[in-house]
C-alpha cells in the first residue's frame, strides 16, 4: 500500500521525460504496471502533458494486456490535437475490436476534432451518423460543438449552420464557432448577422465572440457595427485587460479606414503582444505610413522588451512596398536574420518581389527569385506575373505563368489566376492569337474569373456589390446618381476645356 501510494504521488508530481522513465522503472519494480489505474496515470501524463513524450506513452499502451476506456480516450485525445491525427483513427479502431470497451460522451469530441484536423469529411460524416443513431448529438453539447467546428473547418458552412439551427439551447462557445466558422471563409456578412441574432436570443457574447464580430467588422468594412462593439467593451472595462479585445480593435479600425483611431486604441493600451504591434504595422503600411511603421521595430523593443518576429518583419517590408522604398525593403531582408535572428520565409521573398516589380525592376525580381534558398512556392511566381502585367512584360509573363504552375503547390484559384492574366497581358500586347488560345484553355478547363465586389457602410448597414448583379433594392437610384455624376463631370471636363481655348486664343492674339 504505501509502494502504491508512494509511486502515485511521484507520478502526479512528475515534471519531465528522464523523471518520467524513473517513475515507470519504479511501477514495473512494484508490479503497478498490471494495474490499469496506476498505468493510466502514467499514460495521461505522458501524452497529453507539455514535458511527456506522445511516441513514449503508444509504447506503454501496447504492454497493456487489458487497456480500459480511460487510456484509449487519453492517446485519441492527445492524438487528435498532434501533428499526426491520423493515429487518433488507429486508437479508436482498436477501441472498437475491443469487446471489453465502447466509445463514451468523451470519445466522440476527440475523434472528431481527429476528423477536423485531417480534413476528413467522409469519415466526419459517419461519425456524424453514428452519434445521431446513438442519440449523443442530440444530449451532448461537447459533440455538438465539434460537430459544427468540424463542418466549419471543412468548408461545409451550410451543413455547420443547418447543424447549429437543431441545437436547441445554444451557448456562446458554439456560437463562436459558427462566428469564427464565417469569419475564416470569407463570409463576413454572414458572421455578422449571426452575431446580431446571439445578442437577440440573449446569450451574452464572451472575449472570443467580440474579438470574431471585430475580424469580421475588418473585413467588411462594417465600421458602426466595430464601434458598437468598442463601446460594449469599454463599458465592461475588458479593453484594460484583455489585450486581443484590444488588436482586434487596432486592425479593425485601421482596415475600415480610421487610423487615428487605430493608433488611439493602440497607444492606449495598458498591455500589449507581438500581435498587437503587427496590427499596428499593417495599419501603418495600409495607409501609407511607412516611416512610423519602420519606428514600430524600435519602439515595441524599448518600450514592451518584444523581439520583432516574422510576421511584424512581413508588415514593414510590405509598407515599403506600398511606399515604393526599395532601398529599405531591401535592406530589411537581407538583415532579418543578423538584427532579428528570423530566417526570410516565402512570404518575405514574395513581398519583396512585389515591391521591386512596383518599382518597375522585373529582372531583379527574378534575380531575386533565382537566389532564394528554397525553391520558390507559386505565390513568389504569382507576384512576378502581376507585376509583368503592370508592366506588360510578355516574355517573362510567360517564365512566372509556366514556374507559377509547375509550383508543385498550386491551388485552383491560383492557376485560374494564371491563365486570366497571362491572357490579358497577351491583350494588352495586342498578341490576340495567343489570348485567343489561353481563353480557349480556359473555357476548356471550365475556368470562371470570380466577380469583382466591393462593399460600403451607409448608415450602419454595409451594401455588397458584385459586378453583374442587379438585385440591389436601390439599383434605380444608385443609376440616376451614377448619371448625374457623370454628367456633372462632363460639364466640368467642356468648362474646363473651353476656358483653357480661350486663354490660349488671348496669349496667341495679344500685341
Known sequence: MEAWKHCISLAQSCSNMRQFKAIHALFIVNGLHLNNYAISKLISFCALSNSGSLSYASLIFSQIQNPNLFAYNTLIRAYSRSSTPQLALHYFHLMLDDENVGPD?????????????????????????????????????????????????????????????????????????????????????????????????????????????????????ALQQGKWIHEYVTKRKWLETDVFIGTALVDMYAKCGCIDRSVEVFEGMTKRNVFSWSAMIGGFALHGHVRKAMQCLERMQVEDGLRPDGVVLLGVIMACAHAGLQEEGQFLLENMEARYGI??????????VDLLCRAGQLDEALKLIRRMPMKPLAAVWGALLSGCRTHNNVDLAELAARELLMAGNVDGTEEDGAYVQLSNIYLAAQKCEDACRIRRMIGDKGIKKKPGCSMIEVEGEVNQFVSGDISHPCLAQIHEMLDLVSLQHSYKLAFHTTWSSCDEMELTFQP
Open 343 to 352: 530566417l526570410p520565409k516565402h512570404e518575405h521573398y514574395s513581398c519583396m
Open 105 to 221: 460522451q468523451h470519445t466522440f469530441p476527440f475523434i472528431i476534432s481527429a476528423c477536423t484536423n485531417s480534413l476528413w469529411m467522409l469519415l466526419g460524416k459517419q461519425i456524424h451518423n453514428w452519434v445521431l443513431k446513438n442519440g449523443v448529438a442530440s444530449s451532448d453539447r461537447h459533440v455538438q460543438t465539434a460537430l459544427v467546428r468540424f463542418y466549419a473547418e471543412c468548408c461545409a458552412m451550410g451543413d455547420a449552420r443547418k447543424l447549429f439551427d437543431e441545437i436547441p439551447k445554444l451557448d456562446v462557445v458554439q456560437w463562436n464557432v459558427l462566428l469564427n466558422g464565417y469569419v475564416r471563409r470569407g463570409l463576413a456578412p454572414e458572421a455578422l448577422n449571426a452575431f446580431r441574432n446571439m445578442l437577440v436570443s440573449g446569450v451574452e457574447p464572451d472575449e472570443f465572440c467580440l474579438t470574431t464580430a471585430l475580424k469580421g467588422c475588418a473585413q467588411l468594412g
